[in-house]
């Protein structure tokens, strides 16, 4: 069991930035490949990006390429704690939605809900223009 609890969400302007925070805790949390979608009224969940367990290799939706970074950072004390990050600079008002954080233990897909075991209760951001 995976329990994830994300953070930093809020109100910024166009062009701003905002940093989300994953704590995810739970036995074997570090094997898990961790990933962050988003989802705006009247739409479906959508990808945004994903780091592997190793925090080695990550992807990105194409339009979130260059302005959003994702990160992963180990509790060394604590093998059941990880933190997962999404830095998020150049805002654009297209971006507000409820961002959640997201683990996996498939080592193959990675850009669909449904390929996620756990997931978090979602942080909301808006972006004003």
């Known amino acids: 069991q995976v329990q994830l609890v994300e953070s930093g969400g809020g109100l910024v302007q166009a062009g701003g930035s905002l940093r989300l925070s994953c704590a995810a805790s739970g036995r074997f949390v570090s094997t898990y490949a961790m990933g962050w979608f988003r989802q705006a009224p009247g739409k479906e969940r959508e990808f945004v990006a994903h780091?592997?367990?190793?925090?080695?290799?990550?992807?990105?939706?194409?339009?979130m390429k260059g302005r959003f970074t994702i990160s992963r950072e180990r509790d060394n004390a604590n093998n059941a704690k990880n933190t997962v990050y999404l830095q998020m600079n150049s805002l654009k008002p297209e971006d507000t939605a409820v961002y959640y954080c997201a683990a996996t233990s498939s080592r193959g897909i990675y850009d669909r809900p449904g390929a996620y075991d756990y997931w978090g209760q979602g942080t909301q951001v808006t972006v004003s223009s």
């Open positions: 780091i592997k367990w190793s925090g080695e290799t990550t992807y990105y939706a194409d339009s």
